[in-house]
């Protein structure tokens, strides 16, 4: 983990597993392209948490990548890494410094954080003044080489109760989603 030593507030943390995942997810195919299936996935977490915002996100060592992506307008910027988003639309591409993905990813656990303003070393994130996130709701994918392959996630910008109820969905939803992607890499679709 990295400290900034003025604020004393935790930072992104150190990710070693990083190359590795990237080699992975190379292999698998993933990581850099938007997907129909985990948009579809996406939208189907939203409607089962009924949050706002829901990702599939592959991570790599300096940036978030979207495959699957569900927003309120529905609307998605390009695949171009710093591509100009169209009014409403939600780019698919964050730094690797924003947001709490990566640190499910390094925990390697679930994450659940009803208001992130209740914990001084995620309210500093970004994402809170720059896109108004309150709420995150997030479990990784494990993949079954051991290697993380990054997470499933909700967001919402109001404070949201998600409770054991909440974590069990996240984490049976993450099951669900690498087991689908081992079918794909097994050509069991």
């Known amino acids: ?103 499910v990813v390094v925990r390697r656990k679930a994450l659940v954080l009803e208001d992130v303003c209740d914990y001084p070393r995620f309210a500093g994130n970004p994402v809170v003044d720059e896109i108004g996130i309150r709420s995150y709701l997030g479990a990784p994918l494990i993949d079954r080489t051991g290697v993380t392959l990054g997470t499933i996630c909700v967001v919402d910008t109001e404070p949201r109760p998600w409770g054991r109820a909440g974590l069990e969905t996240i984490k049976s939803m993450a099951a669900e989603l690498i087991e689908k992607i081992h079918r794909n890499e097994d050509g069991r679709i």
């Not at 990237?22 to 409607?47: C, T, Y």
């Open 1 to 103: 983990m990295t400290y900034d030593p003025t604020g004393h507030l935790l930072l992104t943390p150190v990710d070693k597993e990083a190359p590795s995942r990237v080699q992975r997810l190379r292999e698998l195919g993933l990581g850099d392209q938007p997907d129909p299936a985990f948009d579809a996935f996406a939208d189907r977490l939203a409607e089962i948490t009924g949050a706002p915002f829901s990702m599939v996100n592959f991570i790599d060592e300096n940036r978030q990548f979207f495959a699957g992506l569900h927003t309120p307008q529905g609307s998605h910027a390009g695949t171009e890494p710093g591509g100009a988003a169209a009014a409403g639309a939600v780019n698919r591409f964050m730094p690797r410094d924003h947001g709490y993905c990566p640190h």
